[in-house]
Nanobody, 124 residues
Framework: QVQVVESGGGLVQAGGSLRLSCAASGRIFTTYAMGWFRQAPGKEREFVARIRWSSGSTYYADSVKGRFTISADNVKNTVYLQMNSLKPEDTAVYYC?????????????????WGQGTQVTVSS
């Protein structure tokens, strides 16, 4: 089993920045990558970014490319999501997840372990 805990959400004005953290524990060595997803009220959970533990390779949704940066600290088993130039449409609950898949996966169903989520609210 793998446990995932997010932190760092909050309220920020449009144009501001936030950094989310995701601490992973347990059988982390079984996972290949970590991803961030978000879910706004009344909408489906959507992919935001993903990073592979071994290579550090990253992949982003078009909606956040150039504004968000995902990174990982393999010593601390922690993944970060630096969010800059935030927009009101970025408001959502942000979830961190771990996947056992070696493929580049961007849908929620392909992720195996999830955190409880952290709220990010961007005011206009």
């Amino acid at each position: 089993q793998v446990q995932v805990v997010e932190s760092g959400g909050g309220l920020v004005q449009a144009g501001g920045s936030l950094r989310l953290s995701c601490a992973a524990s347990g059988r982390i060595f079984t996972t290949y990558a970590m991803g961030w997803f978000r879910q706004a009220p009344g909408k489906e959970r959507e992919f935001v970014a993903r990073i592979r533990w071994s290579s550090g390779s990253t992949y982003y949704a078009d909606s956040v490319k150039g504004r968000f940066t995902i990174s990982a600290d393999n010593v601390k088993n922690t993944v970060y999501l630096q969010m800059n130039s935030l927009k009101p449409e970025d408001t959502a609950v942000y979830y961190c997840a771990a996947t056992l898949s070696q493929r580049l996966v961007v849908i929620a169903a392909d992720y195996d372990y999830w955190g409880q989520g952290t709220q990010v609210t961007v005011s206009s």
